[in-house]
Every structure is written in structure tokens, then in C-alpha cells.
């Protein structure tokens, strides 16, 4: 990503617009925005060359509230606009903020094939697992059963889970947070700031209006330490309040371990971002609550060529070996003749 | 006329050359057959003769429809000419007709008198049922109407390639250009240009060009030795303006224009596309010339390839997008957005037959509503449209002109017969092209230091800030914004503001265009008003039946919105005004509207373009009603 110069130390608040936020008050939006603020002042990022893009949603109203370039587009589309840009101007950062209807149910096909593609922008999906901006209908990332204002006897849809379909979309760079976790939700964002490639964070989002708590097992007091492991790289599976519970293989299976006895540390699943296949973090992706601690951290994070990377490379190329294009050639090409 | 089975020495007559202003040829057989191809190299030949040329390919929606049956029958018809042609030709003079389905779908074309060529080894049992043939066409006397001249093309092409050393699958894929071969020789023309064409094509395959090579030579002496046919016809260049040319379809018309543009104005070219017939080649043409800087992105559908387009243009790239109706019934949302947006691109249409999928290969004018009124909201944007293929190198460039200097997207619509369809086109002198300059603000302008994003000048033009500049960091959206400062604003007041001003930009751009003009007197009895592939019917058929006596003027619309300033005063100079489209009246209804006149429409929904003729009749029809009520 494009950093500023040593000189011009810019602070969190620089990177914040003069807009006045207008999300619901408790909202964890406003913890993404004041973690991603920081996080482009810890990278010295470049206001003028960082640009967010966002469909429709609360969660799309970020662009408004930076004092970068912003385009809030329309309705699960932030994926194509990012892409535009991106081949336009490479050099360029480029966010897309998005929700879990945005992203996940109009704005589905545009996701995986960005993702696939692996355009090089990093995109933050807000799930807050309800239509927030429309008044509290269920979204493709409510449990089943749910009850909302389109679901009176609740939801007859099974949900998906955002980490599962980007690592089937071949993603380079899949991790979690949290909103209520600001140091980790910042570590993460860094991360994924720093990915060259599609970056694709979930992010676990109260909404205090529409479904109040629905995280409240990641994020209570008493049962987070239970319900939530934090991914490290190279390291062992361990949670619990006494840290004394881990992950362990049971054939292709996760299962709970309790440390201690003739379990060893040495015995769990280890933690593997940078695996070329993607089964470990896919298997990762489907641990949930309440059967599981569910992962937070880096699920993954490999290398590949970026797409715009290629599609200028082929520009590049065919300058190499064509010459830079003029138009008597481009109109010549076949057959002319002259008449006189 | 059947002469084949006369003996040879009996019928040794000298061989007459007849001279013709104008000839329409028609290739058909199965859409494996080669038809298009063989049709385009006798394109290429005949224009580099000298003639004006214009063709129509006709092709099925499938791929390889069963070989055999009228679904699968591909046709490519091409009207040569010793003068200024501006159709493909209404009655067909020569058709060749590679088996029965390409007979039976093609015959009723072709004039009483015409020639008719046929492979005669294709009509066999199996072929003559698939075609729904109970007797064999070429033995009940059913074609005596035509002069029909019945060629083995099959065995004589085998022979032809027999020393090649391909097998006789590969020969019989190489009998297009034996029958073409037999085109050129009756035709009077010369077979050079195809045989570089072969040479060049598969010069890596050389016993493929070897065998097409063979193939065209043996059907060119077959004309020649086998003294069946007891003329040769001949068309004498024509007399058009001096120049270097090649010959365009109205797709590479687009992309040549598109790249010209690009380059004129020092700007990448992103094109964000999804394949669609008839639109597709664009993409393709576009694809291969990355080393203008030419950016092509394959998108997932066209709602990607719009949005796209609008993040290109906001990053300060040319930014387009190519489909056709169904696709552009996708874009919409997308369009919308870049109109609020005020951000400047082009989307070109490429129309085709509907409403939904429709006649994927056939062409249609039917998406002028869609491209004026087809998004929601009040959403207006400039809508053009091409004359003829060359036209659309001329239209695209005249699209970019508007985009940029008004800062709006900008709809150029085409259609099937001017995608595919071709014609000689002038290669211009690079010299003389438009120039573009593109000035992007480098420094903020308001109070404080600033940067005010919808601050317009005096033709309410916003400025192109790009991302990248320091300073000028300002945020846009598809909500409504205040206009100067562009923030968000719900004020009533603001938005009747901003709604009348986008609209009111959008027609400034008619001081920027060039007055509507009339073809015959500027005022009369009658005006035929056409916009699109129409111009070439119309204005031959308003030529026609001036020359026979009849007051009748015409005019073409290039630009549908807005329209030239003077368009309703050039209309209300006339007693009636006729307005023939390939829909049921779209143009009409904005014309009714506009000058509340009452204009009269001639619609045609075939998948077809019109014939001169059918317009000729319209025009008489109207007169001869005129007359009737004067006396
Ligand atoms: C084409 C279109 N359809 C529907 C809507 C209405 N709409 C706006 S936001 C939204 C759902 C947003 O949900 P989510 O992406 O989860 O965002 P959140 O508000 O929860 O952050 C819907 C249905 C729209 N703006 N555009
Ligand atoms: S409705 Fe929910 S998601 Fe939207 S701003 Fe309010 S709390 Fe946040
Ligand atoms: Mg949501």
C-alpha cells in the first residue's frame, strides 16, 4: 500500500471527514471506523490515494465519514466499482465496506468472483446477521428460526457463513473480528491492510436496533473466553478462561480438548495461515457456536498475483512486442485499398 | 434454364458479358457451412474492385443448429454497386444455395429471373426431408421461374482437393470456397485476394491452405471450362470519394472509435463488458489491442460491467461498456448511479430482437424507450445513434466529445444489421481527427481551501476530480447530494434543484450539435424521419421516389437526446411526417410528445431491416392519399 512520507505524521482524526456520524448510538460501527481510522495512521496511509467504496446499508455509509476519496455506490455493487478503479489506477487503496445483505445476498455474485479474481483491494464485510438500513428483516446470515419482521414465525432460510464462501471463492486473505475486541479488530484490519491481494474480514457487528446481542456470546464478559479462539499463526488451538481447553484432529473432525493429563499441547491443531490448500481454514470456518469456540484471527493468508498486477502485465506485454499502439496500424490492419 | 446436361460441343455459344449498375448476391447453407466467411471475402474483394458495397449476414441463434434443417440455415447477402449503395439490396439477383433448407429458407428473395446456383449433390433423400421437401425442388419444375444452374459443388470440390492429403472430412469443409471460387468467376472478379487471405489465414497449416486453395481455384475454372452458365455479370466501379479504405462492420467500427478516442485524449481505455450477441465483438476487437493501453475486464454479468465502468470513469479512465437489450435492461441501476454520480462514459447498444432473450442474432430498434425513460427516477442522459456501420466510428467519437465535456454517461445505440453488417469506410487522416484536451482540477476552489465536487460552470458542468490528487479528497454516492458542496442533502427545495438541473445540462448539449438537416426541399408535403440502421432504406427510397417526381424529403436523427435544436421547426415545415422504425413506434411517440405533431409511423418487427421497397410504397401510399383529398 501507498505510506506517507516520514514528515507529515497524520493522526487517526486526520483520516476522519467533517460529516457528522449518523449511526445509531452503541452501534458497532462506530468501533470499525475508529479502528480502521488508526490503522492507516499506523501506515502512514496516503489520504489522497485511499479510496472507499461501499454499496447500500448502515454499514455503507462509511465512505461519508473519511476524509479520503469515497464512492457509495448502490446496492451489493461496491465490488464491481472497486474493481473499476483498481484497473484503472492500481497505485490506488482501495476498501470496500459492505453487510451481510449487501455483500452476501444482492451483492453475492459480485463478492466471490472479486474474490476469486483476487483484485487487490480489501474488503470489510459488516455482519451484523439482520437488514439494519431497511427496518430489521433477516438477512442470509440470521440463524434459522430467526424472528424478524419478515419472518413473524421465524426464518425458514439456512443460513450461510461469509468465511466458508470466501475460502470457496479461493480467497488469499480471510480473517474475523470482532467490533467489541478494538485491539484485535485493529490487529486484523493492519493485516489485512498490509495483504497484497483480496483481503476479506468478517467482522462480527451489533446492532443495537435490530438484533441487539446477537454476539453476545462472542463478546459477554462470562462466556467470551468459551466461545471464541484466537487464531495465531504457527501456534496450538487453546482457549477457555484457565486456557486449559484446545482443538484437536479427530480424523477430518475438529473436537474439544481438555489440556492436561495425557493431552498435550503438542496433540492440538496447529495453526497454519499461509497453507497452500485452503481445507484447514475452511475447516476452521465451519467451527460455531454453541459446538464449537468459534476462530477469530487470520484464517488465511497466501500469495498470488493480483489481477490488476495481470491485466497490466498483458498491457505491458503488448506494448513489449506490438510497440506502443498507433492509430495507422490499428486502422490497417487487413486489407485497404486506394481509390483514386 | 438447365443446361448442364446438354453435351458440350452443341452448346458452344460466346459467352456474353452483361453489364449491371447494381448486383445482390446471397450465400446460404448450413451455419457450418462457411457462409459468412465466403461472404466476406467476396466483401473484401469486391470493395477493393472499386464498388460500394454493403452487406447483411443472417445467422441462426445456434451455434450448429442440426446440419441440414431450416433452424441451422446461415445466409450472407452483399449488394454491390456502381454507384453510392446504402442497403444490402431488397431482391436478391444471384442466390447460391448450398442445400435444400438453405434453398427453401432463402428462394422467396430471389427475383423471377435470378440466378440460382445450387449443390446439387446436397439434395439427396435425407437432406430434401430435413428441409421438409416431399419432391426434389430441383426436378418438379417448381424453380423455372429462375435461371438455375445445378452444381455438384460436393464432388467436384473432392476432386478439386483430392492430392491435398487431408481426409474427406477436412476437403468438404473447404467447398465454401469452391462455390465462392465460382462466384468470382461469375462474377468477373479476381481471386488474388482470397488466395492471401488463405495463405495468410492458415499459413500454419499448410496442407488446410493448400486445400482451400484448390478448392477456390477449381471453382473458378469450373465457371470457366464447364460452359454452363451463358453470362457473366459485371459491375463497374463506383465513383466515390478519393481515398485510402478497408472495409468496416459497425463492431470494429465501435472499437476502432473507441481506441481512437482513448488515444486522442492521452486516457487508458477501460472496457468493462459481459458477452451478448450481437455485441460481443467488440470485446473481442478490443482484446487485442491491450497495446494501446486498452483495459478489458470480463465481468460477471452486467451489472458488474456497468459499476465497473462508473469506478473507471470516477478513477479518471474512458470508461465503457458494450451489451445488448437484456443486458442493458441489467446496466440500469448502474446508469442511474453514474448520472447522479455526473460522470462521464460511454454504453453502447447494441440492439436486437425482443422483449427478453428475443432474436439474439436479429436486429431490432426496439430499445430507444429503455435508453431514454429506462431507468427510475428522473435520469436523463445523451442518447445517440449510428446511421451505418462506418457511422459508428464517427457516433463513438462524437460520444466521448459529450461525455467528457458535459460529464454524463452517454448512450450510443447500434443494432444487429450495423454490428454486422459492413461497408467500405474511409481510413482517416490521423491529422485531421478531433482533439481532445481533459482538463482534471489539480487544486481545490472554495472557501477554506475546499474542494467543492458538484461546483458547476456556466453550462452546469461539474469538474472530473480523480482520486490520486491531494487535496481534492471528496466523497460521491447515489444519494442526493446539495448541489456545489455535493454532501448529502434531503432538502426538498435541493432536490427539484438538482432534478432540474441534470436535466437542463443534458440539454445544453444541444448547442454543441450540428442542426438537423433535410435531404430534397426543407419544405413539402412530406418528411421521412428516421434515426439508427434505417437512414439506408429511407434515404434510398426518398431518392427513388424523387427521381420519379414525387415531393418527399427526408431527415436522420443522430442525436435522439437531446435532439438538434432546429428539429421541430424542420418538421412543422411539413404537411406529414413519416417515421419508419423496426419497433412499433418508439421514435414516434418521443416526436408526438416533443412538437405535439401528428406524425405517422411505418413499423417493422421482423428481425429484418426494411426493404427501400416497402418505404417506397409507404411514401407513394401517403402522396397518391394527399393527392386524393387536394383534388
Ligand atoms: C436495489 C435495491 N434493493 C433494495 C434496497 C433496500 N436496501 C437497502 S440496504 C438493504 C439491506 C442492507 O442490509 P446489510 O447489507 O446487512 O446492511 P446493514 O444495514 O445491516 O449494515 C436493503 C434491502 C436498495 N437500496 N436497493
Ligand atoms: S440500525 Fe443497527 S446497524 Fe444500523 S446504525 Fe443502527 S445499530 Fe447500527
Ligand atoms: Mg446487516
Known sequence: MSTQSATIQLTAKDYGSNQEVRWCPGCGDYSILAQVKKVLANLGAIRENTVFVSGIGCSSRFPYYMNTYGFHSIHGRAPGVATGIKLTRPELDVWVMTGDGDGLSIGGNHLLHTIRRNVGIKILLFNNRIYGLTKGQYSPTSPFGKKTKSTPMGSVDY??????????????????????????????????????????????????????????????????????????????LIFGKERNKGIRLHGMDPEIVTLGGNIKEDDLLFHDEKQAEPSLAYLLSRMHYPDFPEPLGVFRCVERPTYEEMVMGQVSDAVKTKGPGRLEDLYDDGETWVVN | MVVSTEPADTRKKPLSIIEREELTVRFAGDSGDGMQLVGMQMTNTTAMFGNDVSTFPDYPAEIRAPAGTLAGVSGYQLNFGAHKLRTAGDRVNALIAMNPAALKANIADLETGGILVVNEDAFNKTNLAKAGYTENPLEDNSLSRYQLFRVPVDKLNAEACAESGLTGRATARCKNFYALGLCYWLFGRSIEATERWIKDKFGGKPAVADANLRALRAGYYFGETAEMFPARYLVAPAKIATGRYRKVTGNEAVAMGLVTAALLAKKPLFYGSYPITPASEILHELSKHKNFDVRTFQAEDEIAAMTSVVGAAFAGAFAVTG??????????????????????????????????????????????????????????????????????????????????????????????????????????????????????????????????????????????????????????????????????????????HMICTRRKKIDNIAETIPPLGVLGEPSGDLLVLGWGSTYGPITTAVERCRAKGMSVSCAHLRYIDPMPKNTGEVLSRFRTVLIPEMNLGQLLAHIRAAFLIDAIGLSKVQGKPFMIQEIESKIEEILNHHNGRKS
Not at chain 1, 195 to 221: P, R
Not at chain 2, 331 to 342: R, T, Y
Not at chain 2, 377 to 382: H, Q, R, T, V
Not at chain 2, 441 to 446: V, Y
Open chain 1, 159 to 236: 443460513p450461510l457463513h461469509p468465511l466458508s464462501v470466501a475460502i470457496g471463492a479461493e480467497a488469499t486473505f480471510v480473517a474475523r473480528a470482532i467490533d467489541v475486541n478494538t485491539k484485535h479488530l485493529e490487529y486484523v484490519l493492519e493485516r489485512a491492510a498490509k495483504h497484497k491481494g483480496t483481503s476479506f474480514v468478517e467482522i462480527y457487528q451489533n446492532c443495537t436496533i435490530f438484533n441487539d446481542l446477537a454476539f453476545e456470546y462472542a463478546s459477554g464478559k462470562e462466556t467470551k473466553d468459551e466461545t471464541t479462539v484466537y487464531l495465531e499463526h504457527g501456534k496450538p
Open chain 2, 323 to 496: 451489451t445488448s437489450g437484456p443486458g442493458m435492461a441489467l446496466k440500469q441501476e448502474g446508469i442511474g448511479l453514474a448520472i447522479i454520480a455526473e460522470l462521464p462514459m460511454v454504453i453502447v447498444n447494441v440492439q436486437r430482437g425482443g422483449p427478453s432473450t428475443g432474436l439474439p442474432t436479429k436486429t431490432e430498434q426496439a430499445d430507444l424507450h429503455q435508453a431514454v425513460w429506462g431507468r427510475n427516477g428522473e435520469a436523463p442522459l445523451c442518447v445517440l445513434a449510428a446511421a451505418t456501420p462506418a457511422d459508428c466510428f464517427a457516433i463513438v467519437l462524437e460520444a466521448f466529445r459529450i461525455a467528457v465535456e458535459f460529464m454524463t454517461p452517454v448512450i450510443v445505440l447500434t443494432d444487429g444489421y450495423l454490428a454486422n453488417g459492413a461497408e467500405p469506410w474511409m481510413i482517416p487522416d490521423t491529422a485531421k481527427l478531433p482533439k481532445f484536451t481533459i482538463k482534471h482540477p489539480t487544486e481545490p476552489d472554495g472557501e477554506e481551501h475546499r474542494f467543492l465536487p458538484y461546483k458547476r460552470d456556466g453550462r452546469l458542468v461539474r469538474q472530473w476530480a480523480v482520486p490520486g490528487t491531494p487535496g481534492l479528497e471528496h466523497r460521491i454516492g447515489g444519494l442526493e447530494k446539495r448541489d456545489v458542496t455535493g454532501e448529502v442533502c434531503y432538502d426538498p427545495h435541493n432536490h427539484h
